[in-house]
């Protein structure tokens, strides 16, 4: 059918999607060569909550590029989809959705009931973003689409539980953790949002309980947080600070508290800040609780889970909210004339990055898991080279984080979520089982040694065994784990795990794993324990780390910025190709992408471009030949464009195994825009639009339309859409016997174009250099001057004759001779070791010119000292922001490029005479 005259992007997104679903492209295995490997990646599930954003589109687009091209080079691939069920997130929306529709909330209706409205909303809500990935153009096997609470899922997740728990791996215990008070749960560090925000640094006077000893009545301690004073279990001075080596050991009075607590020796204080004297509370503050347990100084828990005064205070402190009691300690203090200064302060402050409110370090009651013996295996792997970082520098924020890591929190007091598979009895005993019946049974077992059930409870326990109704002996925790929990098992749950299924044996481990360096800490350090642990082997070969996506400027995108850019709205004016492919073609590696409005539209101009050149090539009945022989071709232009295809797909394949994807999408535009495009269509022009059929035209047709394919199908992991629809329009008439995407990679056409490249490379050079000179020189546009080959070989004069009519039109040339010596007022020019002269004292005054190029190169020189004084200043690099900074490197990089080009200019015309 012939291609319609415009290009719409909207138009053919939607049908294309439509095909790829009908022929079921993206199952695992489609396309896949007799005997093929695998290669496999898993989704980083996004949020079933959640909408696409640019780390999404940039993330998926390079998933999609790597799954695209293996599948293309006859690969078994499998790109597994899914999404993460989001705990706090989840439960946070449908709560939000109660109270606008003003119904009973989570606690009025119930666990069960607020789980089963859970899932409604989530069958009718959630998972919009696959949709959107969809869109985007994500080839997943969406058939095999999974979600974090699958029962399949959830038996894995129960089934680690236990197993980690058995070995002692998972335990209960008391410990720190960040208490969000609005959501009245423990937090991730991943959740914990640290803004600066203006304060205070209050210091009291904690008055000796026996008096003065070597005239020091009292010590001095400073805090933002007044409040939590009220917990203070000691005083803590650094063994070495002479000032309180005689007070260690002694007590003082607290306060408002009306407590003693003693003055102890610790390494934590420093001497040199303050007063070197640190109160110690210990189940208010990260570090504190370290110290208190070292010298087993007290833990009085002062707060509830709404952050609310609630134990170990006055009774005139009860109930108080944290800041109301803030207020009140300062206003008591200050009263018992103990106040000894208040200073403003910038506080480092944690916030709940999804409630928003100040986050409490609480002592709780919470799960762990003993991450640091589970990251031993996880380093040797990667130390050992069986996983590889890309790029190799993240290595070290992965080794850092796991050579310091602690243990993990896995408990959150939420609903929403995998229930953790404990369950306790009245007698204090806890069972960690995969099921409530395995635990009723544990009881049982546990009644045989201990005979600690009564005739009424374990008559209850057999008949809830054999299904009669449920006992009451045992009470499941309500406590739920950890999203990243699950997520941690997704390389091998979503395969089956724990059966042994065929996906899990062909596709695991996988090939690569594609993400932000954000969630190294949080997620792919906890795949690589999990899957070593419970699998024997690393979850993935390959971790690629890409960059963050920033505004044009440079700066990170956020909501209170207005910064924000919505990958949704850019497909939508765009298209999905040209968002994908500037994505691409940006993403080099280790350097953030600034994103601008701009670059989408020069690639959507560059789809443009492609589709006219292929309406070019039909309207010049260039058609695809069934069987076409690239090694057959015979004139040297076809040759030519042979030999610079193969070298294309060389360069792309090799980048793209490299993950160097912007090389690749590089790549394959230089060939299609410029080499395509500007100089093979160019130079068969005469002979496309020759009125005489010719050998040479026949030929030069069919070659067009292989060329074409070679492009479209090296294009189609970064655009699939427009591809797959010019692989259609430009069908022979039979059709095509697949998709694009089904169709194989390009293979390398086995053919001699070393002479062709010589020639046509000199051409376009020699065209390319006269053009520059003009430009650097300021020859007039419509000047036409002529140029002089001196000295040139026999070769070189047959070329120029050859090709004197492409020359003279596209170098704006009034003619071609030979001559042994440049003339006087020529510039020259080295193109292949040759020389060339254009004779342009009589259209450019060459005095001026070498005035206005000095100039522009001192205007250039003056900006990049300006620039390397200001980088040369380590006030500026600490204050300013890190966009800043980055963007006048960039300005000095830009600028040393151009001081670079008018130099040549200006030295070309130092030697015209």
């Known amino acids: 059918m012939p291609i319609e005259k415009t290009y719409q992007p909207a138009e053919i997104e939607e049908r294309i999607s439509e095909a790829w679903n009908k022929a079921q492209a993206f199952k695992a295995g489609a396309n896949a060569k007799p005997g093929a490997e695998s290669f496999s990646i898993v989704i980083p599930p996004p949020n079933v909550t959640g909408s696409l954003h640019m780390g ?6 390079l998933q999609d590029v790597l799954t695209r091209f293996e599948r293309m080079r006859g690969k078994d691939v499998l790109w597994q989809p899914g999404m993460d069920h989001a705990g706090i997130a989840t439960q946070m929306v449908v709560e939000r959705q109660l109270a606008e529709r003003q119904e009973p909330s989570r606690r009025d209706m119930g666990r069960e009931k607020f789980i089963e409205r859970v899932w409604a909303w989530k069958e009718e809500s959630g998972g919009t973003i696959i949709n959107q990935l969809k869109r985007l ?10 979600f974090t609470m699958d029962e399949g899922l959830s038996q894995a997740v129960r089934k680690v539980f236990v197993e980690l728990h058995r070995k002692g791996l998972i335990y209960k215990d008391k410990r720190l953790v960040n208490w969000d008070p609005k959501l009245r749960t423990a937090v991730s560090d991943l959740e914990v949002e ?6 205070h640094m209050w210091r009291f006077a904690y008055p000796l309980a026996e008096g003065p000893v070597d005239g020091i009545a009292e010590i001095v301690i400073a805090t933002t947080r007044p409040e939590t004073m009220l917990g203070d279990g000691a005083v803590a001075v650094h063994p070495s600070d002479e000032r309180y080596r005689n007070l260690i050991g002694k007590m003082v009075r607290l306060p408002v508290a009306e407590r003693l607590i003693p003055i102890i020796a610790d390494e934590y204080p420093d001497p040199e800040f303050g007063s070197g004297a640190v109160k110690i509370t210990g189940a208010h503050d990260f570090n504190d609780f370290e110290v208190a347990r070292r010298h087993d100084i007290p833990l009085f828990m002062l707060m509830d889970e709404d952050a609310r005064m609630s134990d170990n205070v006055p009774e005139r402190y009860l109930g108080l909210d944290r800041f109301e009691a803030r207020k009140m300690v300062v206003a008591e203090i200050e009263e018992m004339g103990l106040l000894r200064g208040i200073e403003d302060k ?3 402050q944690p916030f709940g990055d999804r409630s928003g409110v100040v986050l409490e370090p609480m002592l709780t009651d919470q799960w762990w898991v003993d991450a640091k013996t589970l990251a031993q295996p996880a380093l040797a792997a990667v130390r050992g080279g069986k996983t590889n970082f890309v790029p190799k520098n993240w290595e070290k924020t992965y080794f850092e984080w796991l050579e310091n890591i602690q243990p993990w929190c896995v408990s959150r007091q939420l609903w929403w979520g995998h229930q953790i598979p404990a369950w306790y009895d009245p007698h204090g005993h806890v069972y960690v089982e995969e099921s409530r019946e395995d635990a009723l049974r544990a009881a049982i077992l546990r009644n045989e040694t201990e005979n600690m059930l009564s ?4 008559e209850s326990i057999h008949q809830e065994l054999l299904g009669g109704p449920q006992s009451d002996f045992l009470i499941q925790d309500e406590d739920v784990l950890d999203t990243w929990f699950s997520s941690a098992l997704w390389p091998f749950s979503t395969m089956g795990w724990p059966d042994e299924t065929p996906e899990l044996k062909r596709y695991y481990p996988t090939s690569v794993l594609v993400t932000g360096f954000d969630i190294i800490f949080f997620w792919v350090a906890r795949m690589m324990m999990m899957g070593i642990e419970f699998m024997g082997e690393v979850p993935f070969k390959d971790v690629y780390i890409h960059a963050l996506v920033r505004d044009e400027k440079g700066a990170k995108m956020s909501k209170s910025k207005g910064n924000v850019i919505d990958p949704l709205e850019l497909m939508d004016e765009f298209g999905a190709d040209a968002v994908r492919f500037t994505l691409a073609a940006m993403a080099a590696q280790g350097r953030d992408i600034k ?10 101009n560059f789809a443009t471009k492609l589709w006219n050149a292929t309406r070019f090539a039909e309207m010049n009945q260039c058609a695809v030949v069934p069987g076409f022989d690239p090694s057959s071709v015979t004139t040297t232009l076809n040759k030519w464009i042979v030999g610079e295809a193969a070298r294309t797909v060389k360069e792309t394949s090799a980048a793209i195994e490299a993950y160097r994807f912007n090389d690749a999408a590089n790549a394959v535009y230089r060939f299609a825009w410029s080499i395509f495009c500007d100089w093979y269509l160019e130079l068969a022009k005469p002979v496309l639009q020759s009125e005489t059929d010719s050998a040479e035209r026949t030929e030069t047709r069919a070659t067009v339309s292989w060329t074409l394919d070679q492009i479209v199908a090296l294009l189609h992991p970064f655009m699939p859409f427009i591809t797959e629809e010019l692989w259609a ?9 697949k998709l694009l995407a089904l169709s194989d990679w390009p293979e390398l056409p086995k053919s001699d174009t070393e002479a062709a490249e010589a020639e046509i490379g000199w051409l376009v050079d020699m065209i390319s250099e006269v053009r520059s000179v003009r430009t650097e020189m300021n020859v007039p546009g419509g000047a036409q001057i002529p140029l002089l080959l001196i000295g040139a070989s026999a070769e070189v004069q047959a070329w120029a004759r050859r090709y004197e009519d492409a020359l003279r039109r596209q170098a704006r040339l009034s003619g071609i001779d030979f001559a ?6 020529a510039v020259q020019l080295l193109v292949r070791g040759g020389v060339g002269a254009l004779p342009i004292a009589d259209v450019v005054d060459l005095g001026a010119e070498r005035t206005r190029l000095s100039k522009e190169i001192g205007k250039i020189v003056d900006e990049i000292d300006k620039i390397d004084k200001k980088l040369g200043n380590p006030d500026f690099l600490a204050r300013a922001k890190e966009e800043v900074v980055e963007e006048q490197r960039e300005r000095r990089e830009e600028a040393e490029a151009r001081r670079m080009k008018l130099a040549d200019a200006l030295e070309r015309l130092k030697v015209v005479a």
């Open 56 to 61: 999404h589109a940039l993330n998926n687009t």
């Open 137 to 146: 153009g994500a080839s997943c096997d969406f058939s095999r689409e999974r």
């Open 194 to 199: 640290t803004r600066e925000v203006k304060g």
């Open 346 to 348: 910038v506080i480092p």
């Open 455 to 458: 005739d009424d409870e374990a």
């Open 595 to 604: 994103l601008a409005k701009s670059r989408i539209e020069g690639y959507r």
């Open 729 to 737: 329009v430009t069908a022979p008439a039979g059709g095509r016997a």
């Open 820 to 825: 042994d010596s440049a003339p006087a007022g």
